[in-house]
């Protein structure tokens, strides 16, 4: 029976593994960088002068684009793509499945006499036209309406991707419905981003910079993620359709040593790193830092900062890669946020600043007391934003995979806190009281503007258990999960931002307008911050269990799962706060909360089927033929006249019964979780087929423990986790 074990025989073919062999041993990594993207350089050698200018313009001042230079510049880029090998072109956008999309296009037409030229024309370049109804959209389309846009998005540059068989021009866009509804996750980033900077310019003036350039939001995302041999990944159906194992042990060594986090990479994982490197590289994205993370089997991966627009699709484009390299090297790459029960889980941290070329990082302690007071007041400014609508930022990361991370000791906990440091948290509580004078870190430090301290740059130490820390020249928002784009985080923080930095410059105009001294006018903007908005800040441990009594008291929201978080997108104050930034519509609002219901219901109804099938098919059949061998045992010793021991037998029958009753359990509840209200349904499954689920789990992982070896079918986390 042994011999049709699939795991038994996924183990021999993990042994027999041979790793590729590296064809790109003499190549340098800096001259490969960004050599498949329409970058500046390139549009700055193959573009006239004045086309060239206007698009600038564009990219780096946001000036509205020209259209009459599409022509010109869709030809440069059409000509440059095919002297790469590209034979097609891609709009690629990112809908509401969070996941990424193209449709390719030849460049060749065909002509009269049999023969084809290659074509591509700016109207082409700027617009294409995909199946709307197709993708998730809460309403704003319906299935016999089919019409939506792609626009491009000339702030992200182009890319070709290649493949063994030929390459494709991949051009980043956004898109919308016929209405000019947005369906993707670009648009709103786009829209919020437009939205601070008009904010963040209003503020810069106050602080005597006449004409500033935009305010652009940065995004750093940390990619944590698992890897596993491709063979242990096809013999788990749950990992293959759900990301997540919904069965599976603990092993007798998980990570309790630390011994795996900064420890030597693995010959086999560093290979594929090298390899995924080398094409990001080639993309333009600027991977910094790789390394091993808590988990056995996790690692990490660190970009550089870039504006958000593109921080997002790199990301996306960075995911599919790793994926893709992955396979090359005989593994998958495994992003969900838990994979594995009972090991770290996967976030994505995404560091946030704000800033410009003139000004710099408007999120970073200055040189002098001037620049202290404009920081202190965006870091003022950060703090509003946090508490007022720490509710969106925590829908922001909600999803039903993230659920199982939030909040468990290994990431930071679902209520939404910020973390200042000892150094800042002191000075923002002198302001409190009247006036900072000195510094927590070093002596005493004269304010200057005149009542604001010099700051060192840095702040002090970090808080792993908060989710919105600052870091001494940035905010790391550590509660992002790692299968989630970064874009819908950057739209809440860049709205949010917009407003509150709205109110701080409308609250200096007023002041000043009323003759208080500019400097008089900060200090008491900074009070009644701290005085209004304080709560938010904790230095503390988030893990404690005093932690959530404290938060409660303090008045911040304890969103525990995504089903309680997603009423939060079509609150009163959410649909105000997007409406006036023009960020978001209310019927935007609202579809993105039932596409939010919708892929919670969709993604554990998937789990639970699974469970319910493998429960049914694969763990409750090994589990009873090992009850068979053992009462088959027990009989002929008995036929025999020996006193059987029948202790093991009673070992496996009482999971064996608990795994019947808890599969009856399950079916029911998916049988009844259908109500007309999405986020009733929602409710259902959270309230009842998740419990189910975990009482099908808890009684099969106890039969791993005891089922014989050779009949258990299911690779386990021992080997999943070590075997690579």
């Known amino acids: 029976m042994s011999g049709n074990n699939v795991r038994l025989q996924a183990i021999k073919d993990v042994e027999a593994y041979v790793p590729p062999t590296p064809i790109h041993a003499e190549e340098t990594p800096g001259d490969i960088f960004g050599e498949n993207v329409f970058s500046i350089q390139v549009m700055q050698r193959r573009l006239p002068k004045s086309v060239f200018k206007s698009v600038i313009a564009t990219i780096e001042r946001s000036e509205p684009l020209d259209p009459l230079v599409a022509d010109a510049v869709a030809s440069a880029m059409k000509d440059w793509a095919m002297e790469k090998g590209a034979t097609h072109y891609a709009h690629v956008f990112y809908p509401l499945t969070g996941l990424t999309a193209e449709k390719h296009d030849s460049f060749l037409d065909p002509v009269g006499d049999g023969s084809a030229f290659a074509s591509f024309s700016g109207k082409t370049l700027i617009q294409g036209e995909p199946d709307a109804s197709s993708f998730p959209n809460g309403g704003l389309r319906q299935t016999f309406e089919a019409r939506g846009y792609t626009g491009w998005d000339v702030m992200s540059p182009a890319y070709v991707l290649e493949n063994p068989n030929g390459n494709t021009l991949c051009i980043p866009t956004i898109f919308i419905s016929m209405t000019g509804e947005a369906l993707d996750h670009k648009t ?286 940035r905010f790391e928002f550590r509660a992002p999960g790692s299968m989630q784009t970064v874009a819908v985080p950057m739209v809440m923080l860049n709205t949010i931002m917009a407003e509150a930095l709205d109110f701080c410059a409308t609250t200096l105009e007023k002041a000043v307008a009323a003759g208080t001294d500019f400097n008089e006018a900060v200090q008491t903007l900074l009070a009644d911050i701290v005085a209004e908005h304080g709560a938010v800040i904790f230095n503390g441990n988030g893990y404690s269990e005093e932690w959530p009594i404290e938060a409660e008291q303090r008045g911040l929201k304890n969103l525990r799962t995504t089903v309680d978080a997603l009423p939060e997108l079509i609150s009163a104050e959410a649909i105000e706060l997007f409406g006036t930034y023009e960020v978001f519509s209310e019927r935007e609002m609202h579809s993105r909360y039932e596409v939010g219901c919708e892929q919670y219901i969709l993604t554990v109804s998937v789990e639970a089927n699974l469970t319910l099938e493998m429960g049914t098919t694969t763990v409750l059949p090994a589990a009873i033929r090992y009850q068979t061998e053992l009462a088959a045992n027990v009989a002929a010793l008995k036929a025999a006249g020996v006193d059987a021991d029948t202790s093991t037998l009673e070992s496996v029958s009482a999971p064996i019964a608990a795994l019947r009753a808890g599969l009856a359990t399950l079916a029911d509840a998916i049988a009844h979780d259908h109500h007309d209200d999405p986020l009733a349904t929602a409710t259902a499954i959270r309230d009842t087929v998740l419990p189910a689920m975990a009482q099908v789990r808890g009684a099969a992982d106890a039969l791993e423990g005891l089922v014989a070896d050779d009949l258990w079918p299911l690779p386990t986390y021992q080997e999943m986790l070590y075997i690579l």
């Open 188 to 473: 709103p980033v786009l829209r919020s981003q437009q939205a601070m900077s008009m904010q963040a310019k209003r503020v810069l003036r106050l602080f005597g910079h006449e004409d500033p350039d935009n305010v652009v939001a940065y995004c750093g995302p940390e990619q944590e993620y698992f890897l596993i041999d491709s063979h242990f990944f096809l013999a788990r159906p749950d990992l293959l359709n759900a990301g997540r194992t919904l069965f599976g042990a603990r092993p007798p060594k998980g990570q309790e040593f630390d011994d795996h986090y900064f420890g030597a990479i693995p010959s086999r994982v560093l290979g594929f790193m090298m390899d995924t490197e080398r094409e990001l590289f080639k993309l333009g994205i600027p991977a910094k830092t790789r390394h091993n993370e808590v988990a056995p089997g996790q690692f990490e991966i660190a970009p550089m900062f870039e504006r958000a627009n593109e921080a997002s699709d790199h990301q996306q484009l960075l995911m599919t890669t790793f994926k893709s390299v992955a396979k090359k090297h005989g593994m998958e790459c495994l992003f969900h946020e838990k994979p594995f029960d009972g090991v770290n889980g996967s976030g994505k941290h995404v560091n946030f600043s704000l800033g410009n070329a003139a000004q710099g990082n408007l999120l970073l302690p200055g040189d002098n007391p001037h620049d202290n007071a404009q920081f202190l007041v965006f870091c003022g400014a950060v703090i509003r934003a946090v508490h007022k609508y720490g509710g969106l930022l925590r829908v922001s990361v909600a999803s039903a995979s993230n659920d199982h991370r939030l909040g468990a000791n290994e990431a930071p906990p679902a209520i939404i806190s910020i973390f200042l440091g000892d150094q800042l948290a002191d000075v923002f509580d002198q302001i409190a009281k009247g006036g900072a004078t000195r510094s927590k870190e070093k002596g005493t430090l004269t304010i200057g503007v005149d009542t604001l301290p010099d700051l060192t740059k840095d702040p002090g130490d970090r808080n792993r258990t908060s989710p919105f820390a600052f870091t001494g020249n």
